[in-house]
Every structure is written in C-alpha cells, then in structure tokens.
C-alpha cells in the first residue's frame, strides 16, 4: 500500500499539483493502528466496576467523633475471599473537619487511620492472599489454573 501511495505522489508531482496529505486515522484506509496509536493505561483499575459481592468495613476515629463534624468517606478498596468466592472489601475511613487549635485560622481535614496491613498498598487482603497460598501449596493447583 505504501509502494501505491509513493507512486501517486510522484504522479501528482510531475502534474504540479500539491502531494495528497495522508489520513489521520490509519483504519480509515483498511490498515491496522500502529503499535504506539493506543496509549497504554495508567493507575489501578477501578476495582468497583468488577461483578463481585461488595462488604463494606467503615472505620470511625473515636476521639474526633463527638468533637468535630464527619464531611464524609474516603474509600479504598480491595480484594478478600470469602466462600465460596471472591469478594470485593470496600474500607470507608471517615473524614472529619478538625478546628484544631484557636491560634490557626483554617481548618485541617483529618481521616481515620488504617489498620495496620500485611502487605501495604496491596490489593490482596490476608484472606486472599491465604486462599493462593493453600491452593497453591496444599492443592497443588498452579498459578495459572487459579482464577480471581
């Protein structure tokens, strides 16, 4: 195709006409994208599209409860196992508006900590991770074999 386009170009040239310019989606001429066109996504993919059975854990911060006002929820989420199957752990770290001290004019937004993980930042919770490990090693069932 490419060997075509060059000969109509040169055809064009010697009739002085300007050289056809080329089209900006390549399978618009019935060619394939090139390897670069699709950008390669960034980030997690966002686990709450997935079809799975949502638990919600909610963590409050007992010292600002009753002291400061609850502005909302910041959520994460994760996967567990439960049986039979996968499960889909939301934790909902609540967020409050401290005043804090007299002396600082704005107010700071303060979330209740996590809870202390094995593996931190992990999409894997313990349960999970010990369902790999046992089907794995108890089972003899490879990676491959496993599903999520």
Request: a neutral charge.
């Amino acid at each position: 195709m490419a060997h075509k386009l060059a000969a109509l170009d040169a055809l064009n040239q010697q009739l002085g006409q300007p050289a056809a310019s080329a089209p900006a989606d390549p399978t618009e001429t019935g060619g394939s994208r090139p390897p670069g066109g699709k950008r390669k996504p960034t980030g997690r993919r966002d686990r709450r599209e997935a079809d799975l059975p949502e638990e919600r854990i909610e963590l409050t911060d007992p010292l600002l409860e009753g002291s400061a006002p609850r502005i909302g929820w910041e959520e994460s989420c994760q996967l567990a196992w439960r049986r039979p199957s996968h499960v889909r752990m939301v934790i909902a770290r609540a967020k409050h508006r401290d005043a804090g001290a007299a002396d600082t004019a704005e107010p700071t937004i303060v979330t209740a900590p996590l809870p202390p993980q094995v593996l931190p930042r992990a999409l894997a919770t313990p349960s999970l991770l010990a369902h790999i490990l046992s089907d794995k090693l108890c089972d003899g069932l490879p990676f491959h074999r496993q599903e999520w």
